[in-house]
């Protein structure tokens, strides 16, 4: 298994630019996440999606759309990108109740 | 702000030294779970205790849960080098998964 997929791994935006970050589970977890970290910080969520068509705000949701597109994919959405975006961006799935996995990130610095 | 504030935000040992981090949190809670973070990588689940449990134990770990003081703790024992990375707590908050600010832990050879 794949476990969770994120594209792009690294991506360099100038200010304003859009970009939409893309997350797939093979697990067939109803639970899907969208972190950012920030260096020597924790993760911060943004987004979630406790099931299939249902999204919620997170903690740091300003800036960012998500879209639930079907119970694999999770997509997230900086329609107009500012420096105080560059982060590490996670994101995980799970059943609820037990265990997280993550993707292995994506790096966006926006210039 | 986050759910869970651990402590210390940094600790240095030397191996096979004991290392241990704290949790707090500030809801009520299904389970509890730590992670751990290798430099610029995504996190790997380490273990998961449940709110009706107080304490778990899983090779080199063990945790311990207080739902009356909202806090955890994780004990690595006998720290090795490879044990080298961030550790994280996490609660659950209805449907949401919220992580601490971490610990950062370096063990020295």
Known sequence: NA????????????????MTLQCAQDMNHNSMYWYRQDPGMGLRLIYYSASEGTTDKGEVPNGYNVSRLNKREFSLRLESAAPSQTSVYFCASLRFGTEAFFGQGTRLTVV | SQQGEED?????????????MN????????NLQWYRQNSGRGLVHLILIRSNEREKHSGRLRVTLDTSKKSSSLLITASRAADTASYFCATDDTDKLIFGTGTRL???P
């Open chain 2, 8 to 20: 210390p935000q940094a600790l240095s040992i030397q191996e096979g030294e004991n290392a241990t």
């Open chain 2, 23 to 30: 949790c707090s949190y500030k809801t009520s809670i299904n």
């Open chain 2, 106 to 108: 370096q063990v020295f």
């Open chain 1, 3 to 18: 476990g969770v997929t994120q594209t792009p791994k690294f991506q360099v935006l100038k200010t304003g630019q859009s």
